[in-house]
Nanobody
Framework: QVQLVESGGGLVQAGGSLRLSCVASGRTFSSVAMGWFRQAPGKEREFVSSINWSGRTTFYASFVKGRFTISRDNVKNTVHLQMNNLKPEDTAVYYC?????????????????WGQGTQVTVSS
């Protein structure tokens, strides 16, 4: 079993920044991909970004490319999502996800464990 604990969400004005963190425990972290997804009220959970086991390969949804950066620290079992130039449409609950393999993926079924989520609210 894997436990994922997200932090760093909050309320920010449009144009501002937040840094989300997710700490993993319970199983090997350094050999699997990690991802971030988000879910806005009344909408499906959607892919935001992913990173492969080594951190050398990353992938972003088109709507965050150039604004968000994913990174990982395999010593601290932590994955981060740096979010800059936030927009009101980025408002959602953000979830950290633990991959089934080491390769980065953007589909929900490729992730085996999920955190409880952290709320991000961007005001206009």
């Amino acid at each position: 079993q894997v436990q994922l604990v997200e932090s760093g969400g909050g309320l920010v004005q449009a144009g501002g920044s937040l840094r989300l963190s997710c700490v993993a425990s319970g199983r090997t972290f350094s050999s699997v991909a990690m991802g971030w997804f988000r879910q806005a009220p009344g909408k499906e959970r959607e892919f935001v970004s992913s990173i492969n086991w080594s951190g050398r390969t990353t992938f972003y949804a088109s709507f965050v490319k150039g604004r968000f950066t994913i990174s990982r620290d395999n010593v601290k079992n932590t994955v981060h999502l740096q979010m800059n130039n936030l927009k009101p449409e980025d408002t959602a609950v953000y979830y950290c996800a633990y991959g089934r393999t080491g390769a980065e993926r953007h589909e929900r079924r490729e992730y085996a464990y999920w955190g409880q989520g952290t709320q991000v609210t961007v005001s206009s």
